[in-house]
């Protein structure tokens, strides 16, 4: 399975994406604000937290790029959710619910962009891509 997202809007502090599944479009999407970081991290391959001058914490967007997704347990939401992997810059990188980038520290949030600088139906729309992602093995993300 493929997810696309397409950042569409990019504001001072928030970013608004459309993600698309094997091309079709299922929702839209909130994000902290993207900044420019360096292609690479030193931290973060060894499992540290990113002490690069670029990035402000929780209030920066993951870097474009294509990244392997897979569920894994998450203690701060005692269940599974879908975790990107190899992130550069960032550790426990999570597409979930919420409604606006302060929601999100660094991590995708899904729904339906009707609001400025806000998505909503958050739950509901996590809950369905959630669905989706069970039954896949192979799933990646490309954020453009």
């Not at 069970?134 to 993300?141: A, Q």
């Amino acid at each position: 399975m493929k997810l696309t997202l397409n950042r569409k809007f990019k504001g001072q502090t928030y970013t608004i994406g459309d993600l698309s599944i094997n091309g079709k479009f299922f929702c839209n999407t909130i994000e902290d604000a993207v900044r420019k970081l360096p292609a690479t991290c030193p931290d973060t391959p060894r499992g540290r937290s990113c002490t690069c001058r670029e990035k402000v914490y929780s209030k920066t967007a993951i870097p474009a790029g294509t990244y392997k997704v897979t569920l894994q347990y998450s203690p701060k939401y005692k269940k599974k959710m879908p975790y990107l992997h190899d992130v550069p810059h960032f550790l426990g990188i999570l597409i979930h619910s919420g409604n606006t980038e302060g929601d999100s520290a660094g991590c995708i949030i899904v729904g339906k962009n009707t609001v400025k600088g806000k998505v909503l139906e958050s739950r509901t729309t996590f809950q369905k891509l959630y669905a989706m992602l069970e039954s896949e093995r192979d799933i990646t993300i490309q954020i453009i």
